[in-house]
């Protein structure tokens, strides 16, 4: 494999973008392709890998794969997509694809067992905008400028000359306003904007995906929320003083309320509302012993430094990590790395 070597964590999009839309439009259009994102994926990662197997299959390809690690599911706000029929579980994945190409995933560790096939293949190109990417793949689309993968997949398909039909139009804006928190974010530039406006032009509708992905969620999940959120706990002088609002959810209540783990996702915006914390922290079961933890600032602190601290990563105001041992062990280390990271903010 021709593997490029960039500065992890670097933009390399400008770069690479023309050398990696060659590398497709090389490729034999009966060549099986293989496109995955991380584990447990979220609407950036499956919105923008689901637009790319589109738009590969309007330029002839007719051996168009979309996978991710298990736990394999797709969560119900996001199970609307165009092109989830695109989809096999890991397990049915083209073992030697003669491309591949990976979404949203900041290091390969993120693609758990279809990372031997991507590596498999002669041509791998990765898409993402996480400024702790590693570097992976013979062709690194990395902007962590982006605010969303979904920018990058929307400037491939610019490069490979596919125009947006509603289809991949609608997977685009999902991505888009998933990562942005509905364009309500920081990342919301003027670029951005003009992206979305012309997904809505190509066919993407708004309200109705609002409808799917922010706005409906059942009952069950309603009363998950309030245990959630009722037993959250405010710490004022944690994070240097700038302050952590933290909660946490168990396997035994998602059985309970016979809900998935990713109804969770949501939760977040709820808790890190919170007027007296820059800092939230939602801590998700992840399996025996594991915790999946994600970190959301308001801008004084850089979450993502201590995300990376403990073994994770992310963007200076979202980031997570794998958490491991005693819920309260994990809640200390969280708690130790802000401290860090607020000191590390004042210098």
């Not at 031997?116 to 590693?134: G, I, Q």
């Not at 809505?200 to 995906?209: C, D, R, T």
């Not at 016979?258 to 709820?270: A, N």
Request: glycine share 8%; charged share 20%; with cysteine.
């Amino acid at each position: 494999m021709n593997v490029a070597s960039p500065t992890a964590g670097a933009s390399t999009l400008d770069t690479e973008l023309a050398p990696a839309a060659d590398a497709v439009l090389s490729t034999r259009r009966d060549a099986p392709v293989l496109l995955v994102c991380h584990v447990n994926p979220d609407g950036d990662a499956l919105g923008s890998m689901l637009a790319v197997g589109l738009g590969l299959r309007r330029l002839g390809f007719s051996s168009v794969q979309a996978t991710f690690p298990e736990p394999y599911g797709v969560a119900k706000p996001f199970q609307f997509l165009p092109g989830l029929d695109l989809l096999v579980p890991p397990d049915q994945a083209y073992p030697r694809p003669g491309l591949a190409a990976s979404f949203d995933a900041a290091s390969p560790a993120r693609l758990g067992e279809v990372l031997p096939a991507c590596e498999a293949a002669p041509r791998f190109l990765m898409l993402d905008h996480h400024a702790s990417n590693t570097g992976f793949g013979s062709h690194r689309l990395l902007d962590a400028r982006a605010a969303a993968t979904a920018v990058i997949a929307a400037r491939l398909l610019d490069q490979l000359g596919v125009s947006y039909d509603p289809q991949i139009a609608t997977c685009l804006y999902v991505g888009l306003s998933t990562d942005t928190g509905s364009f309500k974010y920081d990342t919301t530039t003027p670029e951005v904007l003009e992206l979305a406006a012309r997904l809505v032009a190509a066919g993407a509708a708004p309200a109705e995906i609002a409808l799917h992905v922010f706005d409906t969620r059942p009952f069950a999940a309603v009363r998950l929320l309030a245990d959630v959120v009722g037993r959250a706990e405010l710490e004022p002088d944690a994070a240097g003083g700038y302050g952590l609002v933290w909660t946490y959810a168990t396997d035994e209540e998602l059985q309970r309320y016979g809900q998935p783990v990713q109804v969770l996702e949501s939760f977040m915006d709820v808790v890190r509302t919170t007027a007296e914390a820059d800092v939230a922290c939602l801590i998700k079961p992840a399996g025996p012993g594991l915790w999946s933890v994600s970190l959301r600032s308001k801008g004084a602190i850089d979450v993502a430094a201590a995300a990376v601290a403990l073994g994770g990563g992310g963007h200076r105001l979202a980031a997570g990590f794998t958490g491991r041992g005693e819920l309260a062990d994990v809640v200390a280390a969280v708690r130790r790395e802000l401290a860090r990271a607020a000191a590390a903010s004042r210098q």
